[in-house]
């Protein structure tokens, strides 16, 4: 298993955001998870390309970017553009799912799939060959600083037990209300790339938060 910390800078200094970045870095940070949402999907608006594109200037880690947006087709080039590693689409979002895949992949980025907290594992099922990486939203998407739905865990599992089945290894991540009591038993589950905003961004230290975070995922004792 291959555990990576993938801080989410809504929660993050929007007026500091390479320093957000370089700080989280410094902490060992794997990924960087941008937030996008378009006031439709979900009903705050948040940043867009051109963000992505500036961070992608400042950033060592590859930048996933997370899309609540209706009509991704429309904007994945204009994020591969941008500098995104990863795209990640919304199933309930995505019409033609199979296509966005296609483009995404087309556009020479990996691609996610991200399932909101009512969204069957099922919906996965005739396109598990084709993703990147599996999103699992353990909050209802739009805000941070939400409280995990325990009801994920078992929602985790389940993920990796479809995706063992199609033969997919690909890793599952994890987005909402992860923090220090909620992280080991995600991992437990079979949870891979743990998304973390106010647990990082709004500690005193977002380095050692970081630290701390992937030192819990690990089992290890903190202090
Ligand atoms: C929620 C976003 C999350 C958010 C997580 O819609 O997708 O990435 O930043 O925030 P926390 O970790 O604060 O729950
Ligand atoms: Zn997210």
Redesign the pocket.
């Known amino acids: 298993m291959n555990i990576r910390i993938a801080p989410?800078i809504?929660?993050a200094d929007f007026a500091a955001l390479g320093e957000a970045v370089a700080t989280v870095e410094r902490g060992g940070a794997d990924l960087i998870?941008i937030?996008v949402?378009d006031g439709h999907f979900?009903p705050t608006i948040s940043v867009g390309p051109l963000v992505v594109r500036a961070l992608k200037r400042v950033a060592k880690v590859p930048l996933s970017v997370?899309l609540?947006i209706e009509h991704p087709d429309r904007y994945v080039e204009a994020f591969a553009e941008a500098g995104a590693a990863i795209l990640t689409v919304h199933v309930e979002a995505a019409v033609h799912l199979h296509r966005t895949l296609e483009l995404i992949h087309r556009a020479g980025v990996l691609a996610g799939v991200a399932l909101n907290p009512a969204t069957p594992v099922t919906m996965l099922e005739e396109v598990a060959a084709l993703v990147d990486q599996v999103l699992v939203?353990s909050?209802n998407?739009?805000?941070?600083?939400?409280a995990f739905i325990p009801r994920t865990e078992s929602k985790v599992r389940a993920v990796r037990a479809l995706l063992d089945r199609e033969g997919s290894r690909a890793p599952i991540a994890i987005?909402?209300?992860?923090d220090r009591d909620t992280v080991r038993r995600v991992v437990e589950a079979g949870a891979e790339i743990l998304?973390?905003?106010?647990?990082i961004f709004h500690a005193h230290d977002p380095a050692a938060a970081t630290r701390e975070l992937r030192a819990l995922a690990r089992g290890e004792q903190v202090t």
């Open positions: 989410s809504l929660a998870h937030d949402m979900v997370h609540m939203m909050v998407p739009g805000f941070g600083g939400q987005d909402g209300g992860i998304v973390a905003g106010v647990a």
